[in-house]
């Protein structure tokens, strides 16, 4: 079993649809989560960080923890055809550790 | 923009070469990170520098070699290249260990 796993899609939704992406892990020692996005041919993009349980609203995103599941989501309001992109979470365990990504979930938001 | 300059942009070779990959931090940020992303891997930890010391190693092969140099720019050399060593290559930095990564836009290394 995979640390991290992410259903990679692609997942196809019209513009103003809300997203729901997920990730669910396997080590219960994990404490810091995080969502990046990829736009092609370019690096990942910080989108939202959090520390154990409990949600994180920025925006249009927000981030949710559940540490009894072992389970996080990002969740999308009123999508844009520019959020079309590839989403990947990431967690570690503490400040010093090293961040394990899950493979990323290919978005695209159709106008 | 993340602040993380990669160069180059793109990179073909052939196996046995040797490569160099080179890495500039934001301002400020002490930490470099190194990751390789491929399609059936996803995006895999290769090693740390934080302010020109070696923190951390994640799967990096031993043909792999990597140093962050005084003025905290960092550099991964890829030896005795083989075709399964065609991926993107990313560096991260941070102010500290513990905080956010930021990326760069990665270099595409295509072995032919």
């Known amino acids: 079993q995979k640390e991290v796993e992410q259903d990679p899609g692609p997942l196809s939704v019209p513009e103003g649809a809300i997203v729901s992406l997920n990730c669910t892990y396997s080590?219960?020692?994990?404490?810091?989560f995080m969502w990046y996005r990829q736009y092609s041919r370019k690096g990942p993009e910080l989108l939202m960080y959090t520390y154990s349980s409990g949600n994180k609203e920025d925006g249009r995103f927000t981030a949710q923890v559940d540490k009894s599941s072992k389970y996080i989501s990002l969740f999308i309001r009123d999508s844009q055809p520019s959020d079309s992109a590839t989403y990947l979470c990431?967690?570690?365990?503490?400040?010093?550790?090293?961040?394990?990504f899950g493979k990323g979930t290919r978005l695209s938001v159709i106008a | 923009d993340s602040g993380v300059t990669q160069t180059p942009k793109h990179l073909i070779t052939a196996t046995g070469q040797r490569v160099t990959l080179r890495c500039s931090p934001r301002s400020g940020d002490l930490s470099v990170y190194w990751y390789q992303q491929s399609l059936d891997q996803g995006l895999q930890f290769l090693i740390q520098y934080y302010n020109g010391e070696e923190r951390a190693k994640g799967n990096i092969l031993e043909r792999f070699s990597a140093q962050q140099f005084p003025d905290l720019h960092s550099e991964l050399n890829l030896s005795s290249l083989e075709l399964g060593d065609s991926a993107l290559y990313f560096c991260?930095?941070?102010?500290?260990?513990?905080?956010?990564?930021?990326f760069g836009d990665g270099t595409r290394l295509s072995i032919l």
């Open positions: 990431a967690m570690r365990v503490s400040g010093n550790t090293p961040l394990v």
């Open positions: 080590n219960s020692a994990f404490q810091y």
């Open positions: 991260a930095s941070s102010t500290s260990y513990s905080q956010p990564q930021h």
